[in-house]
């Protein structure tokens, strides 16, 4: 969609402004998924950080997530209207379109639904919010699939014809499967390769390690971590999961939890959001034609570093009310 609404006719015929506003539109996108993933609880971080800090109150922490992600999504719109990617790209006009800011709405209501149907299956099933969400969410797909092929059939015939529709979708789909085995082996792989090495660890845990140091420097030093084993391709799962094992007791170096918890989901964005090894940085490098590492590094850094600080202050900020 932004590729095709980006167009030479539109960016005034210069080739230079046309790849200016590609590059603007798609780190837009970008960081925009990278905060997601502070806060989403359909997000993989949600489960696997309230598996490493198990005592974390998620349903509070979600919406205190939530706000600061909004936060971290303003620096990065404020950072573009700074930009000199903007001062350059001041001579084309924009496109038109007849689309209404309303046509997000949609896709907002489904994302609310989601969430609200699996508060909902938490509180009457007596489930973990992970365990609700990775019922609901297979559920609400289904429901929407079919919602969706309902509207391209005809009158006649409505529910063969939709199952007709969801069979050559299903036909498309189970074949696309194989091709999504290497992020499969990476996610396990970082899942065990977490456990196993925190399970090796001394009983202590990183006691002998932080003993002495001050107990708000550790939950600072999270998003860091993050942001420095992203640039090595170690996944955020790993890295949650070999602090949670190494620290199974926040409260005993003067931790809480919650607070832990928080900047693991805030450092969760952060890493993702520098690391030139995610799919995301892939994906819009290809867009964009050009190198991951120039993607996560070159034109997000300044975005990345100002975010940090952000969460920084919501860290301390979070320690000091709790």
């Known amino acids: ?32 998924f990278a905060v997601m993933n502070c806060w989403s609880p359909l997000n993989l971080m949600t489960a696997v950080v309230s598996t490493a800090v198990p005592a974390a109150p998620m349903r509070m922490l979600l919406p205190i997530a939530f706000v600061a992600s909004v936060g971290m999504a303003a620096i990065g719109w404020l950072e573009d209207r700074l930009s000199a990617a903007r001062l350059a790209t001041s001579g084309g006009r924009r496109p038109v379109t007849t689309e209404s800011w309303s046509i997000h709405l949609r896709i907002l209501a489904l994302v609310g639904l989601v969430m609200l149907l699996a508060e909902l299956g938490s509180i009457v099933l007596n489930v973990s919010l992970v365990a609700a969400v990775t019922l609901t969410v297979p559920l609400v797909g289904l429901g929407w699939a079919i919602v969706q092929a309902w509207r391209f059939v005809s009158s006649a015939n409505h529910l063969a014809r939709t199952a007709g529709v969801l069979r050559r979708r299903a036909g498309r789909f189970f074949p696309r499967v194989p091709n999504f085995r290497s992020e499969a082996t990476v996610l396990a792989g970082s899942g065990f390769m977490g456990v196993a090495v925190g399970g090796a660890l001394p009983a202590a845990g990183l006691a002998p390690f932080i003993a002495h140091v001050p107990p708000i420097a550790v939950p600072l030093l999270v998003p860091v971590i993050l942001i420095a084993t992203g640039q090595i391709g170690l996944n955020p799962v790993a890295v949650i999961a070999l602090l949670g094992a190494a620290m199974p007791d926040p409260m005993a170096f003067g931790i809480s939890p919650a607070v832990l918890a928080f900047a693991c989901m805030l450092g969760w964005g952060l890493g993702v959001s520098m690391t030139p090894m995610s799919a995301s940085a892939i994906t819009t490098a290809r867009w964009a034609g050009v190198s991951p590492w120039t993607v996560a590094t070159s034109w997000n850094i300044a975005f990345t570093f100002a975010a940090l600080l952000f969460a920084w202050l919501a860290i301390v900020a979070l320690f000091i009310l709790i």
């Open 1 to 32: 969609m932004v590729m095709r609404a980006n167009t030479l006719q539109a960016a005034g015929g210069s080739e230079e402004i046309r790849a200016l506003r590609t590059r603007r539109m798609l780190m837009a996108i970008y960081r925009g």
